[in-house]
Structure formats: structure tokens, C-alpha cells
């Protein structure tokens, strides 16, 4: 059985700047993260696996099926829940 071709890769930078390696600053900022939380959909090329491998320790990498399934995990979890109805008749 074969597995899916990964299209696109999500990538969220998780760490800040600080004491990071200008080689490292200038990776992540030409592929257009330069704040933390920030998130951008790059295309699965061998260049950008290149890329992402090299400042892996500071970013997570989700396929992008992956990042729809927990969004809409995290989505609910945040729905509203049925409300509870006590009744206290005893009869």
C-alpha cells in the first residue's frame, strides 16, 4: 500500500531570534517567518526539505493533512457543550 504524496508542509516557528545564528535568521526570514507562532504553507520540494532541516530545532514542521486534523481537533475542543438539566422531582 502506498502512501499519499505530501503536497505542502506547514511550518510554524516556535522559537524567537535571539541568540540564533545570522545563517539561521536569514533562512527562516527568506522563507517569510520572522515573528514566533508565525505560519506559512511551503510546497514539498527537495530544496525546502533541505531548508527545514538545517533549522529544525527551532520551527514544527505538519503536513498540511496533519494541520487541518489538529486545527479541527482544537476547534472541538472548543465548542460549546450541551448545557446539564438537574431535575429534583422525586416522585
Known amino acids: 500500500m502506498q502512501q499519499p504524496l505530501v503536497k505542502s508542509f506547514v511550518v510554524t516557528l516556535k522559537r524567537g531570534f535571539a541568540g540564533t ?53 482544537e476547534l472541538a475542543a472548543r465548542a460549546p457543550r450541551p448545557p446539564i438539566i438537574v431535575s429534583h422531582k422525586t416522585s
Open 21 to 73: 545564528k545570522e545563517k539561521h535568521i536569514r533562512l527562516l526570514k527568506s522563507i517569510g517567518l520572522q515573528r514566533r507562532e508565525q505560519i506559512k504553507e511551503l510546497r514539498n520540494t527537495p530544496g525546502v526539505r533541505g531548508l527545514l532541516d538545517k533549522v529544525k530545532h527551532m520551527i514544527r514542521v505538519e503536513t498540511d493533512q496533519d494541520y487541518a486534523a489538529r486545527k479541527a481537533s
